[in-house]
């Protein structure tokens, strides 16, 4: 059985992050700390079955180092990628800090797709032998994921879910008690950088405690949800509490939020996320 399960929100904002530079837009300049906004990224935390502390992060963006030293993580079990865009992967770097801490190899979650683009850009991480110099790089192992097909790790079961980015096809993932217990946050989906659902995800999103959901702003976005899709969707979901994440800096928290229906609201930066 799982105990004390968390979802922490490292970042909740677009690409660009916010303050975005060179902008002096009411937003990128605001004194509310919950305008200001890292890539998106979330960590779960929990104590497994035999009492260890776990964490696996969903993704490694650019913000990585910056976000686990502000939540106080210190250790880390494994990364989920959603898909290999910069803002989602560009902290793999940062996990060699995990290596050195715990003498130990990571675990990286990926589509194949999505593991040909990681060990093409960081050939340094996945091709060693290949460097000039003997180097200080993160140890990690690419482990497969297919949508639909679960995984399970100390005592949770975490089911990826197909989604669309556009045209590109993306994962979210799904995360419950691999014994099928309630659990604070659980049944929990993490879904950014969302345009649609395909028919096919819709079960997986089904009796959701708990929804992380892609709002990228009020105007249309050709990639991302904008608030009336999201909020549409989010309706149709019916999930306990839908916070919405991957929000640029049209959006002002304060503004946006208090005309959003009962049970949704905006994430923040350091949201944690445990019932």
Do not use: Y
């Not at 993306?170 to 929990?188: H, K, N, T, V």
């Not at 950088?193 to 999103?205: C, F, N, Q, T």
């Not at 405690?209 to 989010?234: K, S, V």
């Amino acid at each position: 059985m799982i105990k004390d399960l968390t979802c922490t929100v490292l970042g909740s904002g677009t690409s660009a992050g916010v303050p975005a530079i060179g902008c002096s837009c009411d937003v990128c300049t605001s004194d509310d700390p919950r305008n200001t906004r890292l890539r998106t990224a979330a960590a779960i935390c929990w104590e497994d079955p035999d009492g260890v502390d776990r964490v696996l992060l969903i993704d490694a963006g650019p913000d990585l180092r910056q976000q686990v030293l502000r939540a106080g993580i210190d250790r880390c079990d494994g990364v989920l990628v959603t898909h290999n865009h910069v803002d989602h992967v560009f902290g793999l770097d940062e996990l060699r800090r995990f290596n050195a801490v715990q003498k130990a190899r990571l675990d990286v979650w990926a589509e194949a797709r999505v593991q040909t683009h990681l060990r093409r850009v960081f050939g340094h991480i996945f091709e060693p032998e290949s460097n000039i110099n003997p180097s200080f790089v993160a140890r990690l192992d690419l482990q497969p994921l297919e949508p639909g097909v679960p995984i399970e790790r100390w005592g949770l079961k975490i089911t990826p879910i197909r989604l669309m980015h556009g045209a590109l096809p993306i994962l979210g993932f799904r995360f419950e008690a691999a014994d099928g217990r309630s659990e604070g946050p659980l049944p929990l989906a993490w879904c950014t950088d969302v345009s649609s659902v395909p028919d096919v995800s819709m079960d997986a999103l089904s009796g959701l405690r708990t929804l992380f959901l892609d709002m990228l702003r009020e105007r249309p976005h050709e990639t991302h949800l904008h608030l009336d899709a999201a909020t549409a969707l989010a309706e149709h979901i019916g999930a306990g509490q839908t916070w919405f994440v991957h929000m640029g800096h049209e959006v002002d928290h304060a503004t946006v939020e208090a005309d959003l229906p009962s049970g949704m609201g905006l994430a923040w930066d350091g949201l944690i996320c445990s019932s």
